[in-house]
C-alpha cells in the first residue's frame, strides 16, 4: 500500500523558516521523481520543486533561492526547506511522487499539510 505522510507544516511569521518531510512508503523511492505541490484557498494546486532520481531539481520561480528540495534515498524521505517565507506562501503543501516501472505510469499524493505565513 502506497502510502505518503507529510509532517513539519504549521504557523510562522514573515521571513521565517519550515522544514517540511514526506515519508514514503509502498513505492520503489529510488526510482522516483519526488515532488512538492502546493494549494492556496481559491486558487488551484501549483508545482513548487521536485527532484528526480538523479538528484536533479526544479523550482518555481516564485520560491527560486529561497526553498531548497532534498532526498534522502536510505530512508525514503523527501525534505522541502523554506526560508524567508511570505504570507503568499501560505498554503497546503502535497507531496507528490511519479515514477514507471515497464510500461505503467504512477502518480500519488499525500494528504497534505498547512503551512501558514503570518505576524
Do not use: H
Not at 521571513?15 to 513505492?27: F, N, T
Not at 526553498?67 to 526547506?81: A, P
Amino acid at each position: 500500500q502506497v502510502q505518503l505522510v507529510e509532517s513539519g507544516g504549521g504557523l510562522v511569521q514573515p521571513g521565517g523558516s519550515l522544514r517540511l518531510s514526506c515519508a514514503a512508503s509502498g513505492i520503489p523511492f529510488s526510482i522516483t521523481t519526488m515532488g512538492w505541490y502546493r494549494q492556496a484557498p481559491g486558487k488551484q494546486r501549483e508545482l513548487v520543486a521536485t527532484i528526480a532520481s538523479g538528484g536533479s531539481t526544479y523550482y518555481a520561480d516564485s520560491v527560486k533561492g529561497r526553498f531548497t528540495i532534498s532526498r534522502d534515498n536510505g530512508n525514503n524521505r523527501v525534505y522541502l526547506q523554506m526560508t524567508s517565507l511570505k504570507p503568499e506562501d501560505t498554503a497546503v503543501y502535497y507531496c507528490n511522487t511519479k515514477y514507471k516501472l515497464f510500461i505503467q505510469n504512477y502518480d500519488y499524493w499525500g494528504q497534505g499539510t498547512q503551512v501558514t505565513v503570518s505576524s
